[in-house]
């Protein structure tokens, strides 16, 4: 007996999400409509096609959505996520915020950052602004949907980093907000420390697509989401709103999926004060002098200089060391351009020796993903490409 349909749906931007996006995903959480797979427009559309497969059914009638996540791969994976779960998160998440409110949706409708938007809007019974994201973020569009907004009901946004880098160079007032959920990368204490200056109320989330978004907000978990540590310190993930699993994919589900936990490729550890601190994921260790080096960790103390606008840390071959560690990064213009002694001096203190940065490179523009992370694979072949002989 057929199951139930996955329809895709490209993903468009604008208004046109209102018209398009929103009623199918309402349709889809309510089981009126298929299942909904977002399909982005670019050079993606047609590996996630292959790998998803719109034309067969979902794997079990209670699936409302198919997210497609790269991770760190590079390759496409189908996140199943049931509406029990989507709205778990959803209603937890306006319940740590303080109440329902409207939001304004300034993330790709293709990521589940974005997805999340469009359904807080929908349990909150409100409509969304909607910012046409075709021509790239823009400091000023944003302010303009921020105006619109309605000024009597509570307001919110989500946004990534470099986005809140723009916003603030650009001078924008983001005290209007009740809160700006800040997630998809880490974020320098030097960026939350401006925002906040500036009356920006940020939260710092942390989640990924197989837990409907964000579930960790300022390190702690949402309600009835459970997160615990291996010994290694691999961080794992329970409760209500994990996925059910990965799209055609039953060999990728056992291996993440173990009784009933979200086993992830994070490190992390607790702070004083018993609040999730992440580190970094478990394949961006750099192995020099046979020390481990997170290279998220060492990007997160780098990017507190306040001479450093973005950082990428990736390993090249080293015959003394193995790998060295490479730091990669955007100048801020406004302040400079930092040395390698520099850098090495201002991380000392917050770095084993063998992580301090042994070779800096500086880029006009750092290249980064659309979560807002560095793109450490473009970054790789950048200095491949530096290396070989003219």
């Known amino acids: 007996m057929p199951g139930r349909p996955l329809r895709g749906l490209t993903a468009p931007t604008g208004d046109a999400v209102l018209t398009t996006v929103l009623p199918a995903l309402a349709a889809a959480l309510s089981g009126a409509g298929p299942a909904l797979l977002p399909l982005p427009t ?14 067969l059914p979902v794997e079990s009638d209670d699936i409302a959505l198919v997210v497609a996540t790269s991770g760190s791969t590079g390759f496409p994976k189908g996140v199943l996520l049931t509406a029990t779960a989507l709205r778990h998160s959803v209603l937890s998440a306006q319940a740590r915020l303080g109440g329902p409110g409207q939001w304004l949706l300034a993330l790709p409708v293709t990521h589940i950052a974005g997805l999340a938007v469009l359904m807080r809007s929908m349990a909150a019974r409100t409509t969304p602004e909607v910012l046409d994201l075709y ?10 949907a921020t105006a619109r907004l309605d000024p009597a009901g509570r307001r919110y946004t989500a946004l990534v980093p470099t986005q809140l880098h723009r916003l603030l160079d650009a001078g924008t007032d983001l005290s209007t907000y009740d809160a700006i959920l800040l997630g998809g990368a880490a974020a320098s204490a030097a960026l939350v420390e401006r925002a906040a200056a500036g009356g920006a109320r940020l939260v710092r989330t942390y989640g990924m697509s197989e837990t409907c978004g964000g579930c960790v907000y300022d390190g702690r978990p949402l309600d009835g989401v459970d997160v615990s540590l291996t010994d290694d310190g691999r961080v ?60 998220s960790l060492v990007e997160r103390v780098l990017g507190e200089h306040p001479q450093v606008r973005a950082c990428a840390v ?24 930092p040395t390698l002694d520099q850098l090495r001096s201002f991380a000392a203190d917050a770095l084993e020796p063998a992580a301090l940065p042994k070779e800096l490179v500086v880029l006009g523009m750092l290249p980064m993903l659309a979560s807002g992370k560095p793109d450490r694979a473009a970054v790789r072949t950048l200095l491949a490409e530096r290396m070989e002989p003219r």
């Open 42 to 55: 670019g050079g993606t559309r047609g590996a996630v096609i292959e790998t998803m497969r719109p034309d």
């Open 135 to 144: 021509g790239g973020f823009d400091a000023g569009a944003f302010a303009a």
């Open 236 to 295: 794992t993930i329970g409760g209500p709103v994990l996925f059910t699993g990965y799209r055609l994919r039953p060999d990728l589900t056992a291996a993440s999926l173990v009784d009933g936990r979200f086993v992830t490729s994070d490190l992390g550890r607790w702070a004083g004060d018993r609040r999730l601190d992440v580190l970094g994921r478990t394949d961006d260790v750099i192995v020099s002098g046979a020390e481990n080096v997170s290279a």
């Open 314 to 337: 990736v390993g090249r071959p080293d015959e003394h060391w193995g790998q060295r560690v490479v730091a990669v990064v955007q100048a801020n213009n406004r302040e400079g351009v």
